[in-house]
């Protein structure tokens, strides 16, 4: 299964690093990122991943205690949302 | 991959603008629970229930889990219950509690917040049992927790069954005085109905239809609060603009409900029945019809061009969420339930909305006066007559409509009463002091209305 992973937040060192970090240990494979830095320092990454054999549940809670921790706003939504709202 | 600001947006749309899918319903059966023996029925549907609905709650939190989508109420919608009433040996009111106590502890098993169908269809006439089951309607529910009621009187083919209405305000009555210490709560589970639909999975008018098969997954989406933010982009702008934006809009948040719906149907091997389109609101700050209402332009909701800018939003609604689904049903049109909108509860307080100006929004928006709190002393033939003008705005306009009204015991003009969670708190609202008691004790039907020569 691919989901997306969102991150959103005031921009600062290591982002990147703690995000993936944690896909990695979960054994989750990155396909594709979109990263950049808006206007007043708005962090925005989006990144899209396969789930292989790991549960969304399970990682979510992980992202959302590592959002904590870091102060950025982190969501991981299967991919299928996506397609369905925003193309027929 | 997916343009990244169609990602943002829908994460901005559930992060900070309320979008939720407000109920995960799945209709049962119960056509084939019924028994002349009150405790085999009990059974019968004890074990239904429980082995239909056992996986619903857990899928439900697993699809709001796995596709970061709040999923706020998982519910359970019975076949009305008067068809088992009318199958037992002797039925009374004694059995009728039995048979509600039944459902209120399976559905409490289940973990559902809500099961509706406690419900009959009387329009043109009463069998013994549906008789029985709604004189027990105010015992029922003020003895049980989590069942919903209700009672169709009235439908455009059949007319208005005038006996079944004035029964009505005497239960309603009797309703909100069983549950006096609570400002009438069993009212706001009781719902009078005309043209009701056989596949609404909102509350507390849910009930699985005659026509329904055995089991059935409907999906009520919302987010009024969307709709507001999408609303506050196209400030000034003509009606043209308005109704493309709300289409626009209707149709993200109903390809939401749609994948919802067919993930819950696949995951509990039930099949999909409908996606409802209604846009319900919530007592929270942002999640108002009220508010899209007053966006368009009026200082208040309920003020002249109130019922004309609900017409929009409602037909709005529609037209953009139609394409979404592959099949769109129950309700579908913007709710106004006055204590659940506080948009609505701002307005009613401050005198702005008046009911009869709810009677007119009603004759373009889906349902009717729906938690409307009236003064403690109002008469069961004034509730009566209230029903008797909503039921005929349905059955002329071809549409359903709905009361939903609370005699608050003991309380007047200017109080406020509070139900809690989503049925928020009501301003008790002024009625006319005129009576229409001969008018109620005619009985009889009111016939069928024609249907061409419409002016």
Same mark, same amino acid.
């Given at each position: 299964m691919r989901a997306v992973v969102t991150v959103v937040g005031k921009d600062r060192p290591g982002i990147i690093a703690r995000v993936s970090t944690l896909l990695y240990e979960n054994e989750i494979n990155i396909l594709d990122i979109s990263q950049t830095v808006m206007t007043d320092d708005i962090f925005t990454m989006i990144m899209l991943v396969d789930?292989?054999?790991?549960s969304v549940g399970e990682v979510g809670e992980k992202l959302l205690k590592l959002s904590d921790e870091i102060g950025m706003s982190i969501h991981l939504q299967n991919e299928e949302l996506f397609n369905s709202m925003h193309r027929i | 991959m997916i343009n990244p600001f169609e990602i943002l947006e829908t994460i901005n749309m559930i992060d900070r603008e309320n979008?939720?899918?407000?109920t995960i319903t799945m209709g049962i059966s119960?056509?084939?629970?019924?028994?002349?023996d009150v405790d085999r029925a009990c059974d019968k549907i004890y074990s239904k229930i429980t082995t239909y609905a056992k996986d619903l709650v857990k899928v439900g939190e697993d699809i709001e889990k796995q596709f970061g989508i709040p999923i706020i109420n998982k519910r359970i919608s019975l076949t009305p219950v008067a068809t088992v009433i009318d199958a037992l040996e002797n039925p009374d009111t004694t059995k009728c509690l039995k048979i509600a106590k039944t459902l209120d502890k399976a559905a409490k098993a289940v973990g559902v917040n809500f099961i509706g169908g406690?419900?009959?269809? @009387?329009?043109?006439g009463f069998t013994k049992g549906e008789r029985v089951l709604i004189e027990s309607i105010p015992t029922v529910l003020s003895n049980t927790d989590i069942v919903c009621s209700s009672v169709n009187v009235g439908s455009t083919r059949a007319g208005i069954n005038m006996d079944a209405v004035a029964l009505m305000g005497k239960i309603i009555k009797e309703a909100a005085e069983m549950t006096k210490d609570n400002g009438g709560f069993a009212c706001a589970k009781l719902v009078v109905f005309c043209n009701? @639909?056989?596949?609404?999975?909102?509350?507390? &008018?849910?009930f699985h239809g005659e026509g329904e098969g055995d089991a059935v997954i409907n999906v009520g989406v919302s987010g009024p609060g969307v709709v507001k933010c999408a609303l506050e982009k196209v400030k000034g702008a003509p009606f043209d603009v308005v109704a493309e934006t709300i289409k626009n809009t209707a149709f993200k948040i109903t390809r939401m409900g749609q994948l919802v719906a067919s993930e819950a149907s696949k995951r509990l091997g039930v099949p999909f029945g409908i996606v409802d389109l209604s846009l319900a609101p919530t007592p929270?700050? &942002?999640?108002?019809v009220a508010y899209i209402l007053e966006e368009m332009g009026l200082e208040k909701c309920g003020t002249h061009g109130t019922t004309a800018a609900l017409a929009l939003l409602n037909d709005a609604v529609k037209k953009g969420g139609v394409m979404a689904s592959s099949h769109v049903g129950g309700l579908s049109g913007a709710f106004i339930p006055v204590s659940e909108d506080a948009g609505m509860i701002a307005a009613a307080k401050e005198g702005a909305l008046s009911i009869e100006k709810l009677e007119a929004m009603t004759c373009v928006c889906s349902v009717g006066l729906d938690m409307i709190v009236v003064p403690g002393d109002t008469t069961a033939d004034t509730i009566s007559c209230i029903i008797a003008d909503e039921a005929a705005i349905g059955m002329v306009n071809s549409k359903t409509t709905a009361v939903r009204i609370i005699p608050a015991p003991n309380t007047d003009v200017g109080d406020e009463v509070d139900f809690g969670g989503l049925l928020g708190t009501g301003p008790v609202m002024p009625l006319r002091k005129y009576s229409g008691s001969e008018f109620v004790a005619r009985g009889g039907r009111i016939p069928a209305p024609l249907q061409s020569l419409k002016n």
């Open positions: 789930m292989r054999s790991s | 979008l939720d899918i407000r119960l056509k084939d629970c019924t028994d002349p406690y419900s009959a269809l @009387v329009h043109k009701a @639909v056989e596949d609404n999975p909102f509350m507390a &008018g849910a929270a700050v &942002g999640d108002s």
